[in-house]
């Protein structure tokens, strides 16, 4: 899920939220932030409190983790529990008999010292027709001569091989939904990089989230990329809640509206994503 658009929901979250905070109060209100993926373990359940006005000054961050709450998932009638991940306030499915499937729906349930929050979610149908435009794509692989990055074929050559370093993955989206990409690489062990290892980013696992998109169709620019390889392509289709969440995101300041949430009793979003994999390989020229 896009990192960037989590933590600014989370701040208007708490610059809106909090006005209906007591500072007093022995049980601050909590805020949820809970997705639920197709064919993936249950691991993105975070919960953390709501900091008061008044104590915003005085904090070190936003955000307040709550890692001994009671968190359960219930489907059909089968409790699971969930059990704290550490001390980020992430809770997880520690079994393996919890598959998330398309048409699924959840109740979430949230419970610490006197307070007990809810909310329910549906898992969205899957993408459709989801393609990419080649399974391979060739590269070419970079060294560094007297006047920089350059290879055995010169600068034009290296121009044109990056300028079509690109696959398009496509689906059909003729309702205009929302979706978004993950592309991810799939290479472990000794990388084989694209860039000479001295001038390359010391970076990690290459992992790309685009924001999302009404579209059907997204360019995976390959130029960003470190090694040669295998990759996976996963196209999300977001569920209602985020898809309103998405569009609460921008507002003015001088008319600050509380974002939507399907969170009752407290604040935060619970949606789930359904997703189609598709994999490509990067290859030397």
């Known amino acids: 899920m896009p990192k960037t658009l989590l933590t600014a929901l989370l701040g208007l979250f708490l610059l ?78 520690a079994g393996t ?45 970079l060294q560094i001569g007297p006047f920089g990055v350059t290879n055995p074929g010169g600068a034009d050559a290296v121009r044109e091989s990056l300028q079509n370093a690109r696959i398009s993955v496509t689906w059909d989206n003729t ?39 009404d579209l059907g169709v997204y360019d995976v620019d390959l130029r960003s990329m470190e090694t040669f390889g295998d990759y996976q392509v996963i196209v999300y289709r977001v569920n209602a809640e985020y898809a309103d969440l998405y569009d609460s995101r921008e507002q003015d300041s001088r008319d600050l509206n509380e974002p939507a949430s399907n969170i009752e009793g407290g604040l935060g979003v619970f949606s789930a994503f359904a997703g189609v994999v598709q994999f490509f390989e990067v290859v030397p020229e």
């Open 16 to 93: 809106v939220g909090c006005d209906a905070v007591d500072a007093s109060s022995d049980a601050p209100e909590l805020v949820v932030e809970a997705f639920l993926f197709t064919d993936q373990p249950v691991h993105n359940i975070r919960v953390t409190e709501a900091i008061p006005l008044a104590a915003l000054d005085a904090a070190d961050s936003l955000e307040v983790p709550v890692n001994d709450a009671t968190v359960t998932l219930t489907r059909d009638g089968v409790v699971f529990p969930l059990v704290s991940s550490g001390s980020d306030g992430f809770y997880h499915y």
């Open 97 to 141: 008999d919890l598959v998330v499937a398309e048409g699924d729906a959840f109740r979430l349930t949230v419970e610490r010292g006197g307070t007990s929050i809810q909310a329910r979610t549906v898992v969205p149908r899957q993408p459709e027709s989801v393609a990419l435009s080649s399974d391979e794509i060739e590269v070419i692989r």
């Open 175 to 213: 309702d205009a939904d929302l979706h978004f990409v993950v592309v991810e690489s799939l290479n472990d062990g000794d990388p084989d990089y694209i860039l000479p290892e001295f001038v390359r980013d010391q970076a990690e696992q290459f992992r790309l989230v685009t924001e999302p998109t």
